[in-house]
């Protein structure tokens, strides 16, 4: 198996996600009104999935790795844009937490902030994995040996072997912080 082979299955359950959202929104436009539950629990898969487990390993192991290789201004540049767009998804995903929570609090016109920072994901994440699947990692391969390529598969391993304990240790600590 490739490296890049965990981040792109990863990529098929958040575009499953995505189709979720997707008829959410539509409810929300037929019914004016959505599940704060529901954002919830959206919210925790877009950061503790998509943004800490798979941005982690693209952030911290495949483009770190990468900066220490003489990369081609293309790809230099095509990194730093998937950079900035892993930020534009967690400014969004902030805009969403604090819309959700006016709107448990009774006020009615968060609902469209709801339904724009919903909407506004679900258009842009599926071009961000476009540009992953089909530009940026078939050229960040020719950059590593199969050897380097199979240690970054282990490397991703052990990155997700730790996540369920440090997001169960938050979810403690959350509740810790508030007594
Ligand atoms: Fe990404
Ligand atoms: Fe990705």
Do not use: C
Not at 48 to 56: E, I, L, M, P, V
Not at 66 to 75: I, V
């Amino acid at each position: 198996m490739q490296a890049r082979a965990p981040l792109m299955i990863e990529h098929r359950l958040i575009e499953r996600m995505l189709s979720v959202v997707k008829g959410v929104l539509s409810r929300i436009e037929s019914e004016h009104e959505v599940d704060p539950v529901f954002v919830d629990t959206a919210v925790d898969f877009i950061r503790t999935y998509a943004d800490r487990t798979h941005h982690g390993k693209e952030e911290d192991i495949l483009f770190r790795k990468l900066n220490d290789k003489p990369l081609a201004d293309e790809d230099r540049r095509v990194m730093q844009e998937l950079i900035e767009e892993h930020l534009f998804g967690r400014k969004t995903t902030k805009a969403l937490v604090e819309a959700n929570a006016r709107y448990r609090n009774g006020d009615q016109n968060a609902l469209a902030g709801i339904a724009d920072k919903l909407q506004t994901l679900v258009e842009f994440y599926p071009k961000h994995i476009e540009k992953e699947d089909k530009l940026f990692f078939p050229s960040s391969r020719n950059y590593f040996s199969e050897e380097e390529d199979q240690a970054m598969l282990a490397e991703f391993w052990e990155f997700d072997r730790k996540m369920i304990h440090e997001k169960y240790k938050s979810v403690v600590e959350r509740f810790e912080g508030r007594e």
